[in-house]
């Protein structure tokens, strides 16, 4: 008998990633499923009677690592990343799916500046190769996010495929007062 597969940090949290992806404030969302299922799983909180038999009970850990994970842009794409290639993510489910049946995932590296913005809505995007024109889209929040890694991993809206788009934050100058600098 093989031993049960970890939750994954979405059944930690009970949230899907469509419904943080279509939440217009996905931070509340995630803060707010965090708290719930920390008083749902505290042990003094709940009666072990009233769960049902098969219903699991999350760690505190296992929550709060859940909480930091989905929490941040960067990593929660990693994270789906990482759980499309295992096919565990929730809604990805396919002919020969299941947690073991790994498949290859592809990813292209693009430098932002390569990439066309949209000015209406203050958005960077790609075509994908599966045919949505824009396929891979992200905000200038999403690099900020990530400013200090200089990457960011977006996923294609419609199917498995990943775009690394690198790029440098450049400081403002400040400019020099004239008036202040002293003839030598």
Known sequence: MSS??????????????????????????????????????????????????????????????????????????????????????????????????????GVENVDLDDLPYDESKERWYKSCRCGNETGYLFGEEDLMEVEDEGELMVGCQDCSLWLRVHFAVVEDSVPLDKDKIEPS
Do not use: W
């Not at 992806?21 to 505290?42: G, M």
């Open 4 to 105: 049960p597969e970890p939750p994954t940090h979405y059944e930690a949290l009970n949230l899907t990633p469509a419904l943080i992806d279509d939440s217009p404030d996905a931070a509340r969302l995630i803060k707010k499923a965090y708290h719930r299922a920390l008083l749902r799983n505290h042990p003094d909180k709940t009666i072990s009677s009233a769960k049902p038999p098969n219903a699991h009970v999350y760690s505190i850990d296992q929550i709060t690592a859940a909480f930091t994970v989905l929490s941040s842009l960067r990593q929660r794409t990693e994270y789906d990343a990482e759980l499309r290639r295992a096919h565990a993510l929730p809604g990805s489910a396919g002919p020969g799916s299941g947690p073991r049946c790994l498949f290859q995932t």
